[in-house]
Every structure is written in C-alpha cells, then in structure tokens.
C-alpha cells in the first residue's frame, strides 16, 4: 500500500522512486544554498580588504572605522565559514496562514491556517514551503532560502503534531553530509489532506507515506484508526517532562519516532533547562543511523548526544564496541553478578605475578624492610576503605610509611610529642624522596586503568581466583576466551564503563596555559577573530566531555542488560527521563532481573506510563504471522492491532527450491529472493539472519547494490525495510533463551513484502513454511 501511494503521489520518471526524485529536489535547493553562501563569503573578503585599504588613509577617524568594519567582517566570515558544513537538515510545508505579515527572515507568521485553506473535498495547496537550518540564508532578493532553528517562523517544525498541526502539513527530515543530500524522512501532520504543490500531489516518504495511505483510505473505521494513532502519540510527545516517561508499543507502533520527537520538542520548548544535554541511547549503530536522520542536531550548545549502546562510554574510557559476544558469553557478561567480579578484579589486578615482594629503604642511616607478608597485611588494609581503588593509593603510601616508621623503631625512643611529630615529619619527607621508595610504590600500587583490568581478566588463572564462587568454571572460560580477541564486544563497554566507576580518576595537576601567538599582537591582527569552533565541533567536543545529561531517552530498552542499565544510569543521575521498550521484543534472557536494574537506574522518581497500541508499519498478512511466534515468546501477551491489509501474503521458500534440492544452496537462494524483491519495492530489502551469519551473508549479496542489507538478527531491532527476508527461523530462535522474541522482531520488520527461507534445521513441510510458523 506504502508503494501504490508513492506511485500515486509521483512525479517524474516512472524508473525513479519517489524517495530519489525528492533526494534530488533537496539536492537542488541544497547547491542553490551553496551557491548563495559562497556569494556572501566573497563579499565579507570584499569587505575585510576594503576595509584594510581605508587604513591606509592614517586618519585616527579612517582608523577606528577601518577596525570597526574589520572586526564585523571577520566575526560574519567566521560564522559563514564555520556553518558552511552539514547545516541544513528540515524542511515543513505550510498552508495559507490567517495573515499575510513577514517577520524579519522573509517567513510569514501566521501560526493557524486562514479560512477556505483546506477545501470542502479534502484538498488544499501549499502556500509556503520553509527549509530549517543552522543559520539564515536571504537569496538576492531578501526571500529566505533557510530559516535558523532559533527563528520564530522555524518553531512549528518542533512543535508541530498531527493533534495540533497548526499550518504544518508535511515535516521533512534531511539528512547530509557536506554537500550531498543522504536521504528524506517525511510525517505528515495532515494525513487526511491530499495537498498539492506546484499543481502536483505532495510527495511523501517513509512512514509518512504509510500514514497518508491509510489517512486516504475509504469508509469512516480507518480515519478513525488514524485518529487514535495520532492522539495516543501526541499525549506521549506534550507530556510534561518531570520524573519517567515509560513508553511501551509492539512493532510498528511508532516508538521511536515518538521518542525523538519528544526530545526535539522538550528542548525546543525549554531550551535552557536542556541546557545540560539530551542524551539518546539506541541498541545498535544501525538504529543510531536512523536516529542521527530523524533527530538532526539542535544548533551549538551540542545539546543532543545519539548514542549506540556499545559507544556509550568513549568519553570515559577511550573504547568502541565492534564486536558481538556469543548469546551464552553475553549472558555473563551482562548479568549483575558480574558486579562483584570487577569489585574483586580491580582489587585483584594490583597483585601481580610481576608485584615486588619486598620494599628495602634507607633512613636515617639505617636499611628498613617490608617483607611480603607485611606488605601483604598493609595493602589489605588499605583496601578496606570504599574509595575507588586508584584514590587508595594515598591512604597506602601512609600506611606504608607507617610500618617503616615502626619498624625503624624510632617512635618509642622519643617521648616528647612535639620532638616525635618533628622527626616523623623528617622521616616520611626522607623516606618518599628516595628513587628506591618512588619505584616501589609505582610497581606495587600502579594506576590501574579499566583497560588493564579487563584485560587481567583474560588470564584464566586469574579470572578464576577472582570470579570463584560467583561464575561456574564453564562461564569463566568463556569470558576469559571472549577478552583475549582483538576489540570490544557491546558488553565488553559496560564492563569498561563500571570499571571506571570503580577505579576512580586520580586528580592532575593543571598545566599552566602558555600564551598563544595572538597574545602578543597589536594593531589589525588583534580585531580579526582567530578561527572559532564551529557548532559541529563545538558539540562533538561537548558530546565528548559530557558524563551526564538533564534528560535521557532510551531506545528499546528492553534488551538492556543489567551491567547496560548501570551504564546508562551513571549519565542520568539527575536527569529526567523517557523509556521506549516492549517486553515482547526483549532478547535479553532474565527480564527480571533486567527491571530491578532499570528501577536502580531511574531511582525513585515518579512513573508515568504510556502505551501505543497500533501497528501502522506492518499489513495484517505480516502481522498474523508474527503473532503466531509472539504467542509462543510471550503466552498472552496481545500484539498491537494491524490497521491494513495488502493482499499480499508472506512467501515461503526453502533452500531446494531451483537449486535441486542441493543442501549448499542457501546462500543462491537468499540472493534470488532479495533480487527478486528488489525488483518489487521501490525501498530497501533488509536480509535478517542468525548473529553468526552475519559476515557470510554479506558476501551472499555482494554486488545487488545498497537498497538491500545484509544484518544479524540482533541487529534488527527498531529498523524497517520495505522489504525483508528472514533465513531459516530455527537458526535464530535456537540462538538463545530469548531466541523466539529476536525472531519475533525479524518478522516485524517489514513495511510491503515478507519472504522466509527456510533451512534444513526448520523441518519445512510440503508448501516450505518451517515447523516454528505453522498453525
């Protein structure tokens, strides 16, 4: 249905989709901003030389101009040359507003539509079309070609709903990257118009489409439909932000959409108590993608952090998930009883085979020695106290200096406390001098860093003497094996992450700024600004420095694990806070023991609960199916209510099937059907198979162009395709004890077309739907 509206609604070749041909449309308007900042460049130079020249007048009247002119050119060529990259990312299309006044970028104000704007049958014209951007752009003619984010006029791009949709009919998200537009994300906040633009029907893409079709739809059921889809997500997006906002939906119930309007609403309406940054927590980088093209950046505070799960503590321990641990590997990993591991192996980690035994120092004359079981004795009192393990350090360096004191016997041959305390003094600044005493202390209580520890874990032994207890001998050799390989696993980050928190940072001493070069100029060089941070970097570094965050949405949150949860609650502390999930799709094993960490992570503040309850992403023939594997995940629990039909029903296809029943045949039998289903849908066909698979069915596809997608089954969750197929069903429900909701999330991903294919493991009957599928 997604693809007959496109058709219905395009313009232009028939080869095209609509999606390109609307790329193309902004990648025109985007060259046509180029060309425009590029004319405003040349004439701030213009201005800085003419300026220069009026120096030469020598004038005290010519110079003060000159530098007053200098300085306002420099600070304009500054911010030019600074937003020139990846600043233009929304577009809204209005109807015929109830005045005609022009506020002062070109934009007309009228917030409401002025009467007969939309027409007895249903349709109305676009009177004003307004691109949303970092800064202004005036064309020649003073008519705006982008509205900052800040004006007035650019306000309904944010708070627009389709609730209280105002003159707003469609919103466009557009996603770039320097000078070439990615891609387009349309809402429409009007589905029930057909609105026309330029005498052609408004185009309109993504899920946007999906709701204009059923807003079309004959017979008053289905307007109703869209009715309630838009009031239950506009009561999610206006609630207030105070305490937890807990979102729950099935598949294709919008809840991530919702999620990341929320926070560009939320922000925009009180920008200064955002002030501390949003922070967007998403399972995986390819769902961050997506997010990144529906949420653009908010202007130069860097207030919006995206970040996927597995990249969530590169600012406090320099490391990024690459890697995926085995279901088995990952359980352990994830649990809570990992906790008292770490505890046990950052205290652990100071015990080295390579630790020195012995400390020999001179003082006063005299050899003074600690010997291992002394030192032993001293480092386990230190290690009683609940600091972090790198701020002990100080407390064993005293204790140290209290056994040699001791041991030099020098306290009880002076009685006089002030004479005592003299020489005590005198000993403890002889003894921490010494080269002998410094080594020793380095080698024996090193700055542990959550990399080290980490990797000390990697040893067996180790990791057996610490985890003893805690972890079977068969979950210990897993972890073990998992830390030797190269990289991080996702949940090799939350490891790092708690490590941190349990190591501590030992305070630097600041260095002394040196004076810039800048410092030392006069004259002309003083008023030209040096080159400022542009808003990108200057939210890059922020993002980067920030630890916690004034509201914190979490994106399917019911595959966070505990030590995830952990994570994230360190950078939210304070914050307020908004969770997207739903237990049917969660592939984390022990959901118990999940919510005990989300509720210590969101403390005590208030609960609000909210759900979504209709399925506007997949047709009914797609959602049946998936319903049959939900009732095995989940006895009970009731699938959100699939509002359209296509007639198409899913296909089934085993690895026999043209290859002569050859067992080898899997991979040419993946390829066929996402050829063939390329040639269908204008979109993208994503090909979910088991985590194992994931690099070998990307070869099975290389070469069929990048409207189709190879993913691992974990890998699927919050994505859509226009297309999907799903490889041998068993493969992914055996995969874990949360195996048949991770299918269940296979087979919602798709928004037209659903092929499985099925393996040997599936036990495929006569018309080839698998064992797992049938009634």
């Not at 609730?163 to 906040?189: Q, Y």
């Not at 505890?343 to 050899?367: H, I, N, S």
């Not at 949405?553 to 950078?571: F, H, S």
Request: aromatic residues 4%; glycine residues 8%.
């Amino acid at each position: 249905m997604a693809a007959q509206a496109q058709q219905e609604t395009a313009v232009g070749s028939d080869h095209d989709s609509t999606r390109d041909r609307e790329i193309r449309v902004e990648q025109e308007h985007l060259d046509r901003v180029y060309r425009r900042l590029e004319e405003k460049i040349h004439e701030a130079e213009f201005l800085m030389h003419d300026a220069a020249q009026r120096g030469q007048v020598g004038t005290p009247g010519a110079l003060a101009e000159r530098d007053a002119q200098v300085f306002r050119a420099g600070v304009h060529l500054n911010r030019l040359n600074n937003e020139f990259e990846d600043f233009l990312f929304g577009r809204i299309d209005l109807l015929l507003g109830k005045d005609g006044k022009k506020g002062p970028d070109g934009a007309y104000t009228a917030v409401e539509p002025a009467e007969g704007a939309v027409r007895e049958d249903g349709t109305a014209d676009i009177a004003e079309t307004l691109h949303i951007g970092r800064i202004g752009v005036l064309d020649s003619d003073y008519a705006p070609l982008v509205i900052d984010w800040r004006a007035p006029a650019a306000a309904p791009f944010y708070r627009s709903t389709p609730v209280d949709p105002g003159r707003v009919v469609r919103r466009r998200v557009i996603r770039s990257k320097g000078r070439r537009v990615l891609g387009v994300e349309d809402d429409l906040m009007r589905p029930e118009l057909t609105a026309f633009l330029d005498g052609h029907e408004l185009p309109v893409v993504g899920d946007g489409a999906l709701m204009a079709a059923l807003g079309r739809a004959r017979g008053h059921t289905m307007h109703d439909i869209v009715a309630s889809i838009q009031a239950e997500q506009d009561l999610v997006i206006r609630a207030p932000a105070a305490s937890v906002t807990y979102v729950e939906g099935g598949p294709g119930t919008g809840k991530t959409a919702v999620a990341l309007h929320r926070a560009a609403y939320l922000l925009y309406q009180d920008r200064r108590r955002y002030a501390g940054g949003i922070l967007i927590v998403s399972p995986t980088p390819l769902l961050v993608a997506y997010t990144e093209g529906v949420l653009p950046s908010l202007g130069e505070e860097g207030q919006v952090a995206v970040r996927a799960i597995g990249s969530l503590a590169v600012d406090a321990v320099g490391a990024e998930a690459t890697l995926y641990d085995s279901p088995a590997t990952a359980r352990v990993k994830g649990s809570y009883r990992m906790l008292k591991v770490l505890r046990k192996a950052a205290r652990g980690a100071l015990e080295t085979d390579g630790a020195p035994r012995l400390l020999r120092v001179v003082a006063f004359g005299r050899r003074l020695e600690l010997a291992a079981k002394e030192l032993e004795g001293v480092r386990r009192t230190a290690l009683g106290g609940t600091a972090p393990v790198n701020l002990l350090r100080p407390r064993a360096r005293k204790l140290l200096l209290d056994a040699l004191w001791e041991r030099s016997g020098s306290a009880a041959r002076h009685t006089d406390p002030e004479l005592a305390a003299e020489l005590r003094s005198s000993f403890d600044d002889d003894v921490s001098s010494e080269d002998s005493f410094l080594e020793f202390l380095d080698a024996w209580w090193p700055e542990l860093t959550p990399g080290s520890v980490l990797a000390a874990m990697a040893d067996e032994r180790c990791l057996g003497r610490w985890a003893r207890r805690i972890l079977n001998p068969g979950e210990i050799r897993r972890v073990a094996r998992s830390l030797r390989r190269d990289g991080h696993s996702v949940h090799d980050i939350a490891l790092l992450d708690e490590l941190q928190a349990i190591l501590g940072v030992p305070a630097r001493p600041r260095k002394r700024r040196e004076p810039g070069p800048l410092d030392h100029l006069t004259g002309l060089e003083e008023l030209m600004p040096a080159r400022e941070e542009s808003q990108r970097e200057r939210a890059e570094r922020l993002a980067q420095e920030r630890t916690e965050y004034a509201h914190v949405i979490v994106d399917e949150a019911q595959d966070l694990t505990p030590m995830q949860w952990r994570m994230v609650g360190r950078r939210g502390r304070h914050a307020t806070w908004t969770v997207v999930g739903d237990p049917a799709q969660s592939s984390w094993s022990d959901v118990d023991e999940a919510a005990e960490a989300r509720d210590e992570a969101l403390g005590t503040r208030p609960r609000r609960r909210f759900r979504l309850t209709v399925n506007y992403r997949n047709p009914a023939e797609i959602a049946g199916l998936a319903a049959k594997v939900l009732a095995l995940a989940m006895p009970g629990a009731e699938p959100p209510a699939a509002v359209r039909s296509t007639g198409v029903e899913p296909r089934f296809v085993t690895t026999a099937d043209g290859s002569g029943g050859a067992r080898d045949s899997l991979p040419r039998t993946v390829r066929a059907e996402a050829a063939r289903l390329l040639d269908l849908v204008d979109g993208t066909v994503g090909v979910v198979v088991a985590m194992q698979r994931r690099e070998e069915a990307a070869r099975w596809l290389a070469g069929l162009g990048d409207r189709v997608v190879a993913l691992g089954s974990l890998e699927a969750k919050g994505l859509e395709y226009d297309a999907t197929v799903v490889v041998s069903p068993a493969e992914i429900a055996d995969e874990s004890p949360a195996g048949l909701r991770v299918l269940y999330v296979a087979l919602t991903r798709a928004t037209q077309q659903l092929t499985i294919v099925s393996a040997d493991r599936d036990e495929p009957d006569a018309r080839g739907v698998p064992d797992l599928l049938r009634d």
